[in-house]
T-cell receptor
Framework: SQQGEEDPQALSIQEGENATMNCSYK?????LQWYRQNSGRGLVHLIL?????REKHSGRLRVTLDTSKKSSSLLITASRAADTASYFC?????????FGTGTRLQVFP | DTGVSQNPRHKITKRGQNVTFRCDPI?????LYWYRQTLGQGPEFLTY????????KSRLLSDRFSAERPKGSFSTLEIQRTEQGDSAMYLC??????????????FGPGTRLTVL
């Protein structure tokens, strides 16, 4: 079963714009992770944020975590056509990952 | 290549046949996970190992599914008497479990199973 949901389900933007994806989850967590998946391929780990952290940056990525609201957001700044992919959040509270339903991001050149 | 590898990448089989997939984790990783992903959905947890011990199995893992990690290195996932509903991408991931919070899992490219 899925832990939660990403919002929006799909997002289309122009290159150079920022993309924001939100993730909600249901239970307490040790950490939350974001992954990217290109069509039909394996998942690539993007960033991990622990339950005692509120914000984390990695290159063009910014992740926030609000454990009181059980939600997280992923911001991709200055998007590129190569960022086109599905993005999943995954929560870890019992040593396994529980994934959301994903956001399909399309970045047009 | 020091990433997680999976073989085969694609498998087409007829309903009722048995199939076996292999996963080779990153060499120093002691944990190995299997997930299943259907079209348009996020991956769903199936089972995981710490070294050779299978520590947890999902309710999704029916008695037709069996996973092994005999020497704590590579793992196999076997599906007996395949059904069309087994068609999915099977993903393997590995991680290194220290004491304390879990760290990121590294995924392989997946094995895409099609049951005709």
């Amino acid at each position: 079963s899925q832990q939660g949901e990403e919002d929006p389900q799909a997002l289309s933007i122009q290159e150079g714009e920022n993309a924001t994806m939100n993730c909600s989850y249901k239970t307490s967590i040790n950490n939350l992770q974001w992954y990217r998946q290109n069509s039909g391929r394996g998942l690539v780990h993007l960033i991990l944020i622990r339950s005692n952290e509120r914000e984390k940056h990695s290159g063009r990525l910014r992740v926030t975590l609000d454990t009181s609201k059980k939600s997280s957001s992923l911001l991709i700044t200055a998007s590129r056509a190569a960022d086109t992919a599905s993005y999943f959040c995954a929560t870890d509270n019992t040593d396994k990952l529980i994934f959301g339903t994903g956001t399909r991001l399309q970045v047009f050149p | 290549d020091t990433g997680v590898s999976q073989n085969p990448r694609h498998k087409i089989t007829k309903r009722g046949q048995n199939v076996t997939f292999r996963c080779d984790p990153i060499s120093e990783h002691n944990r190995l996970y299997w997930y299943r992903q259907t079209l348009g959905q996020g991956p769903e947890f199936l089972t995981y190992f710490q070294n050779e011990a299978q520590l947890e199995k999902s309710r999704l893992l029916s008695d037709r599914f069996s996973a092994e990690r005999p020497k704590g290195s590579f793992s196999t996932l076997e599906i007996q008497r395949t059904e069309q509903g087994d068609s999915a991408m099977y993903l393997c991931a590995s991680s290194f479990r220290r004491t304390g919070p879990q760290d990121e899992q590294f995924f392989g490219p997946g094995t895409r199973l099609t049951v005709l």
